[in-house]
């Protein structure tokens, strides 16, 4: 029998959803699980009823937002909130920490801190194979889990040459693995978009980073996506 699912989206660049359509074959295979009941972006026919499973990509900007990301709880069984900006908050959260007087607006906030969030897939944009395994997971009744080495050891493992060693920030030893370390492979440094891995020994990347690019680049570098230590245990919180 056929799972319902909605997909919403709060503030955001809607780029992880595209990042769903674009492997749209895929995308259809899921059709065969689950009856899309509500996708903007995807369809003309939504509906406002009860779900089986909730899809949230974005970040909760303001009463209006909040609202309805609680509204969404309500009816639904469960709850995935996907990308960097709905896990950690995104290129907008970068507002929260200006000095107040700025911005006439409250701080954006992760999903995670406003309702019950089973699962969280991280990433921007997310990896739709990942989405899609933390979907059949759901559906066939199983736990799903997210990888939780570095992005170093993905990294390691494509041979690449490190880019620490000549003097490029990078924060792949305190980021969970799962991209197949995408940015390294193209010779960028990872900017930690899926949040930290378990455990990450952050004072110890802080004294290699810092003599290369300095305390305050080091601080802005681990806020670029949001509060890239938010910790993945979502169930534990609300
Ligand atoms: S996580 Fe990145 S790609 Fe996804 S909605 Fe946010 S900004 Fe866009
Ligand atoms: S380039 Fe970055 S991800 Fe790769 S090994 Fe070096 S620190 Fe780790
Ligand atoms: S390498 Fe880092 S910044 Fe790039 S996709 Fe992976 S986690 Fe995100």
Redesign the pocket.
């Known amino acids: 029998m056929k799972k319902s699912l909605a997909i919403f989206s709060l503030t955001s660049c809607e780029g992880c959803q595209f990042e769903m359509l674009n492997h749209y074959e895929t995308f259809n295979g899921l059709l065969k699980y689950f009856e899309i009941k509500n996708f903007r972006l995807g369809q003309e026919n939504n509906f406002d009823e009860n779900f089986d499973i909730a899809i949230i990509e974005g970040s909760a900007d303001g009463e209006e937002q909040i609202k309805f990301l609680k509204k969404i709880r309500k009816q639904s069984k469960v709850i995935v909130a996907i990308g960097a900006c709905a896990h950690l908050g995104g290129i907008q959260s970068e507002r929260n920490s200006l000095p107040q007087g700025i911005f006439h607006k409250k701080p954006t906030k992760i999903v995670p801190a406003v309702i019950k969030t089973e699962y969280i897939i991280p ?2 944009p997310i990896n739709h194979a990942e989405l899609y395994h933390c979907l059949l997971d759901i559906y066939w009744g199983k736990q799903f889990f997210l990888p939780d080495l570095a ?1 170093c050891f993905e990294c390691r493992v494509n041979e690449n040459e490190c880019l620490i060693k000549s003097g490029k920030p990078c924060l ?1 030893p305190i ?1 969970r693995s799962g ?1 197949n ?4 492979n193209a010779g960028e440094a ?5 949040g930290a891995k378990p455990e990450p020994n952050i004072e110890k990347l802080k004294k290699i980073l810092e003599p290369m690019i300095g305390e305050k680049e080091t601080e802005n570098i681990m806020t670029i996506y949001g509060d890239l230590t938010n910790e993945i245990d979502p169930s534990a919180k609300k």
């Open positions: 990433g921007c992005v792949g980021t991209c370390s995408v940015c390294v990872c900017l930690g978009c899926r």
